[in-house]
């Protein structure tokens, strides 16, 4: 039993049982029980202005050097590259020595569970950030995620989402990191997107993340895997992305947005825990025919949806003090490009949105410059360099207005049949040259063996 598992999970292993090669001896039940119950990760980080040596306490009693956390750690859902690893076992020591002594204290802890220790306080956030008109931002990036919904042809289930308990193993594996670490969460940062995009107002309500192990979070997506796909139909499915885990405060609200389309076509809601005070805090989304659907889950529970299709959101601020989610993703294998109908990637899907995406300020148009390096999509950058004032055109225009994305689509079949029709022509033309010039040079040969001008 690990520390931290819910007495109600206790017949729920969170490890796997040895295999019978693991129990032959007993130095093989020592060795499976250091490498499977006692080996841990544990996440350093760094707030701090200066470099932080991390220091390993050896058997012997020396001190060794395992690392060099460098400064100014940001956590982040887009990314915690800062956060150092490190793979160790119960019961080791450690210690955060500052590169410079007059920066901090150094932190000393010892290894009891998998989590995450931090050196320092985040750096304070510019106060122009706090002052911004956010309000022009949210309405301007709730408009864009409208449109990027629809940009989503390709759908998996009949309705789009769907709710199920987290399995047994995964929930007590979950549940027990969450508890063990808590008191470990770290201030989200969402100043890395700039103030052109806003999906949650930590501008007022601040939320925070617990990093999680890199092992653990590979395991849970590998568990989750097959209840995700027999849900779309037994799709073959790539892991993409697993976020969290966020503890949203009070007064947090998050906007009706979609996912990435490269990578989020598939996915989870988790809920982990919530606080007593917490009022139902309904997440509203969207069926595939586009009624808007307000469900609420458990700790415990997990909800299914297509989430860059979907449009989801938490709209109506959260009332408690803590509600906490972990969100896993997946695709369809091998295929970054599984939402586009065929041919539509490169025709009607980007017809369409220069049809509907108008941009109409240089703060929208930066927000689409974002997106469009965030998730690749040129499309996106080429709706943000076109003119503020200027009525959406397709790029059809020479046949005059805008099409619809269905008329584009015909219009793309038609240019593509013709072009078909002008190679099979020009091939027939090469092909009956061919047997021309080859009978010529047949006339030609008898000719030149007799003597004769040619």
């Known amino acids: 039993l690990e520390r931290g598992l819910p007495l109600g999970l206790a017949t729920a292993?969170?490890?796997?049982?040895?295999?019978?090669?693991?129990?032959?001896?007993?130095?093989?039940i020592t060795r499976w029980i250091r490498t499977t119950c006692e080996a841990v990760e544990v996440g350093l980080i760094n707030y701090l202005h200066v470099g932080v040596r991390v220091m390993w306490a050896a058997p012997d009693g020396a001190w060794k050097q395992q690392a060099l956390l460098r400064p100014r750690c940001k956590v982040s859902i887009t990314g915690h590259g800062c956060i150092s690893w490190q793979n160790t076992f119960l019961g080791h020591s450690f210690e955060l020595r500052p590169e410079?002594?007059?920066?901090?204290?150094?932190?000393?802890?010892?290894?009891?569970?998998?989590?995450v220790v931090s050196i320092g306080e985040p750096a304070p956030l510019p106060e122009e950030l706090y002052r911004h008109n956010w309000t022009a931002v949210v309405e301007t990036t709730q408009a864009l995620e409208r449109k990027r919904a629809r940009?989503?042809?390709?759908?998996?289930?009949?309705?789009?989402?769907?709710?199920?308990?987290i399995p047994e193993r995964t929930w007590a594996a979950l549940s027990t990191y969450y508890y063990n670490n808590r008191h470990a969460a770290q201030r989200e940062d969402w100043d890395d997107l700039g103030t052109s995009m806003a999906f949650v107002n930590w501008w007022e309500s601040q939320t925070r993340l617990i990093p999680m192990p890199l092992r653990w979070k590979e395991r849970w997506h590998r568990e989750l895997m097959p209840t995700v796909a027999a849900w779309a139909g037994d799709v073959q499915l790539q892991a993409t992305a697993f976020y969290g885990m966020r503890v949203?405060?009070?007064a947090s609200w998050l906007i009706r947005h979609v996912d990435r389309e490269d990578t989020h076509a598939l996915s989870a809601i988790m809920n982990l825990d919530q606080s007593d005070?917490?009022?139902?805090?309904?997440?509203?989304?969207?069926?595939?025919?586009?009624?808007?659907?307000?469900?609420?889950?458990?700790p415990g529970e997990m909800l299914f949806y297509e989430s860059a299709r979907c449009l989801h959101g938490r709209p109506l601020p959260l009332k408690g003090s803590r509600f906490v989610n972990a969100f896993v993703h997946y695709r369809p294998k091998d295929d970054p490009h599984w939402h586009a109908v065929a041919g539509s990637y490169s025709g009607a899907a980007v017809r369409w949105a220069a049809d509907h995406i108008a941009v109409r300020s240089e703060e929208a148009r930066e927000m689409a410059r974002r997106l469009a390096a965030h998730s690749g999509h040129?499309?996106?950058?080429?709706?943000?360099?076109?003119?503020?004032?200027?009525?959406?055109?397709?790029?059809?225009?020479s046949l005059g207005g805008s099409l619809t994305w269905?008329?584009?689509v015909a219009l793309d079949a038609a240019i593509a049949i013709?072009?078909?029709?002008?190679?099979?022509?020009?091939?027939?033309?090469?092909?009956?040259?061919?047997?021309i010039l080859a009978r010529l040079q047949r006339a030609a040969r008898p000719r030149r063996e007799k003597g004769e001008a040619v």
């Open 13 to 28: 292993a969170t490890v796997e049982a040895p295999k019978p090669d693991d129990v032959v001896s007993d130095a093989a």
């Open 100 to 115: 410079d002594p007059a920066a901090s204290a150094p932190v000393s802890f010892t290894v009891q569970h998998a989590g």
């Open 406 to 408: 269905e008329a584009a």
């Open 277 to 298: 005070d917490v009022e139902a805090w309904p997440l509203l989304i969207d069926s595939l025919d586009g009624e808007t659907h307000s469900l609420t889950i458990s």
């Open 151 to 165: 940009a989503v042809h390709r759908t998996f289930t009949e309705v789009g989402f769907a709710r199920a308990p």
């Open 248 to 250: 949203y405060a009070d």
């Open 418 to 435: 013709l072009l078909f029709g002008v190679l099979c022509l020009v091939a027939r033309r090469l092909r009956l040259t061919g047997l």
């Open 378 to 397: 040129a499309w996106l950058a080429g709706a943000a360099a076109a003119s503020p004032s200027a009525a959406p055109t397709s790029s059809a225009g």
